[in-house]
């Protein structure tokens, strides 16, 4: 069976060297179209008929107003009716470019698939997708199906576009880049370090959710604590910190878009978001300064290059 990313196999490996030291790439017309095409169709019908659902039963996905998610490895039934998103989520082919790359110190065993479809306003508050101590996702890849942007949907406009539903990374050494959610383009970041949200759509907006395993007991990752004294970007812990303490208020704010006021979950993950701050703040208290300052220059627009992150160190 040919790979369903054939492209990616011919383009060189400049992407991976973008995607290692940015902690993400952005690439179009990854899958052939009319594969992409008939994805779409399939996945189409079953938002109609609700078999797209909230995941309010499982407690790993928390339920957002207007987004439907579906793990399609979970339902086993739907496999049954979507032969080519069934293809998508079995195909190997992006695992093993990545390993055979060996530019990642990672082995990478599978990929899980969500299916996505959000409408009405629906959008993702700020997250990090996985957290490194308790789960093995360590490369997100999301395939955007939205047939009706185009060229005018300009990427990295500085306002919100009209129509939304724009994918929004914080790579914390530059301001927010939005990423409209353009038809077979892929999306690749860090799951463990690479904060993101999506804007509210005001389309009805369809992506599929990739997320690449490792094999931890292969992984190829050694840890310097003393190295992790230096500079508080040499630690992924205090990465994370300083994406939390740079984009608090944007993402309180994300909180409540993303949820309806009458929602009695919100008042709980506003509670965690500023406890989480308040520790953040704690744990960058030796660099405090340096924090200060390095937050200051990238929220009035500047880039710092300085930090190296360690976007695939865990
Ligand atoms: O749909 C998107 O662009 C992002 C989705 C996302 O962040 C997630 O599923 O974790
Ligand atoms: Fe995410």
């Not at 992409?36 to 790993?60: F, G, I, W």
């Not at 004294?229 to 878009?257: F, G």
């Not at 993303?258 to 989480?276: E, G, I, Y």
């Amino acid at each position: 069976m040919n790979s369903l990313f054939h492209r990616l196999a011919n383009i060189g490996t400049d992407w991976l060297k973008a995607l290692k030291t940015d902690g993400y790439v952005i690439l179009d017309n990854v899958v052939e179209p009319h594969f992409a095409q008939s994805m779409l169709c399939e996945l189409k019908p079953l938002r109609c008929h609700s078999h797209v659902h909230n995941n309010n039963d499982n407690t790993y996905l928390i339920e957002k107003s207007n987004v439907w998610e579906c793990e399609l490895h979970m339902y086993k039934e739907l496999q049954d009716i979507c032969p080519d998103l069934t293809r998508f989520l079995n195909d190997k082919s992006l695992c093993n470019i990545f390993n055979d790359s060996k530019f990642f110190p990672y082995s990478f065993t599978h990929h899980t698939l969500k299916l996505l479809y959000s409408e009405n306003g629906g959008c993702f508050p700020l997250h990090f997708d996985s957290d490194y101590r308790i789960d093995h996702r360590r490369i997100t890849a999301i395939l955007y199906l939205n047939e009706h942007l185009n060229d005018n949907n300009n990427d990295n406009d500085d306002d919100e576009s009209e129509s939304g539903g724009e994918l929004k990374l914080y790579p914390i050494t530059r301001p927010c880049i939005k990423i409209p959610a353009k038809f077979n383009r892929m999306v690749l970041f860090s799951s463990t370090l690479m904060l993101h949200s999506t804007s509210p759509t005001h389309y009805p907006r369809y992506a599929l959710n990739l997320w690449l395993h490792c094999d931890k007991s292969k992984s190829n990752i050694s840890i310097d604590t003393n190295q992790y004294q230096t500079h508080w970007w040499n630690n992924p812990e205090k990465v994370k910190c300083m994406a939390k303490y740079m984009y608090h208020k944007e993402w309180r704010d994300s909180i409540l878009r993303a949820h309806q006021p009458t929602d009695n979950k919100v008042q709980t993950l506003l509670k965690s978001h500023d406890r989480d701050l308040q520790v953040s703040l704690h744990k960058l208290k030796p660099w405090i300064n340096e924090v200060f300052a390095h937050a200051h220059h990238i929220q009035n627009g500047g880039v710092d290059n300085t930090p190296i992150i360690p976007w695939f160190s865990l």
